[in-house]
């Protein structure tokens, strides 16, 4: 086995054995968008026409070790390279499941029929290996400098109903438009039958995307928003203060989306931060007809699409605490309100971040601008704060301990201790007051 370390040098040289064997190799998907678009993707897939899956196996086995993913799929992963070789493959719908596909692979289908199997014009381009030349045959090229999303095959289309998402999700990741044909399509596709798990998947996507508000805004003109985000249907046409910038509790909502985006990559749990962006005015679905707690608003909202405990804890309580962040901020709390707030969250920088993005979507004008800077020079002093609060030396189980208390009581005094210790800084005082309210 020759070993090439270089990848791209790896894969012109598979490229030229195929071309020997008389096949052609061809960048395809992602990779080729991304490329011409001036992005380097991680990852790459290649397809190989006109060589039988023997003859590919045995070119690739002189080279690099490699997965066979589903032998009826043609799909060869190379280890170590993040390099994927398929072989062209019809698909053929055979129930009413995303997974419900009938694969079969054929060398020699062409370029045509290979690139009409895939979802949308900017995803079906292909570039030789060797040559560089490219293959569009559904005008990719054209929506790709339009900043278009638009389907391939109307029939192919509806028959996944996962490229509902993937559109709306493109939009969100690339921040393209969806063709108004693809939009009206969509509205006719029946996602009822998608596992949560994929669904998932594509939101997670788009909420790490450029522009997150476009995957929700996109399922809303697609009338998809219904079965797995109803609560967030429900802040459609939620009306606000005329003083406010946006027309409804969902316009709001994305906005603080878009604006949670922008940082994001500054939090402590970016993913997270970005669902709990998503929810933060969710309690507003319920039109103020309920009997459920904000926390259990969260919990049902987020069930549609995920069972990740540490998730809902984390949006739970973010959600939660994060009103009562900007009520700290706008009511001047004192220091240790504030270290006591943020010490009731893991994560207290996201928190701070949160507060922000809603501030800055809330008013126009002048009284915007003054109020945002207000409170980003008021959360800086509040994480310098409490950044200090944790640098400093605590009160711990071994000093209750030593002062003779044992058993459950411990867990109460040092919760005591905690709450003292924002507001009084010397831990000594701490341990003097604690004898003081717990006699033994």
Known sequence: MEKIKDRHLLIKQIASDVLSAGGRAYYVGGFVRDLLRGKISEDIDIEVHGLAPDLLEAIIARYSPYDILGKSFGIYSLRYHHIDIALPRKETKTGLKHQDFRIDVDPFIGTYS????????????MMDVLDKKIIDHFNGLTDLKGHIIRH?????????????????????????????????????????????????AETNKALLGQKPSSYFISLAQMQQLDFFYPELKKLID?????????????????????????????????????????????????M???????????????????????????????VLLYQD???????????????????????????????????????TG?????????????????????????????????????????????????????????????????????TQEFKL
């Open 238 to 286: 939620q009306t606000h203060d005329p003083a406010l910038r946006h027309k409804d509790a969902f316009e709001q909502t994305m906005m603080v989306l878009d604006e949670a985006a922008k940082c994001q990559h500054k939090t402590q749990r970016p993913r997270y931060f970005m669902y709990a962006a998503l929810l933060h005015d969710i309690e507003k679905s319920t």
């Open 288 to 318: 103020g007809k309920h009997d459920l707690t904000c926390q259990e608003i969260v919990k049902h909202a987020l069930l549609h699409i995920s069972n990740e405990k540490h998730l809902l804890k984390y949006v739970q309580k973010a």
């Open 152 to 200: 391939i095959n109307d029939a192919a289309f509806l028959e996944d109903p996962l490229r509902v998402l993937r559109a709306a999700r493109f939009s969100a990741t690339l921040d393209f438009k969806i063709a108004p044909e693809t939009i009206a399509l969509c509205q006719s596709s029946d996602l009822s039958y998608l596992a949560k798990e994929r669904v998932l």
């Open 114 to 125: 290979s690139c009409q199997r895939r979802d949308f014009t900017i995803n079906a381009l």
């Open 366 to 434: 002048d009284y915007d601008q003054t109020e945002s800077k207000k409170y980003i020079a008021w959360a800086k002093r509040a994480l310098q704060l409490y950044e200090a609060f944790l640098d400093r030396e605590h009160v711990g189980g071994h000093d209750i301990i030593a002062l003779g208390y044992k058993g459950k009581i411990v867990k109460a005094i040092l919760k005591r201790a905690r709450y003292l210790e924002a507001a009084v800084f010397d831990k000594d005082e701490v341990l003097k007051i604690i």
């Open 325 to 363: 962040v900007l009520k700290c901020f706008h009511d001047n709390f004192n220091d240790a309100s504030i270290i006591r707030l943020l010490d009731r969250f893991k994560y207290p920088k996201d928190l701070l971040f949160l507060g922000s993005c809603v501030i800055k979507t809330q008013h």
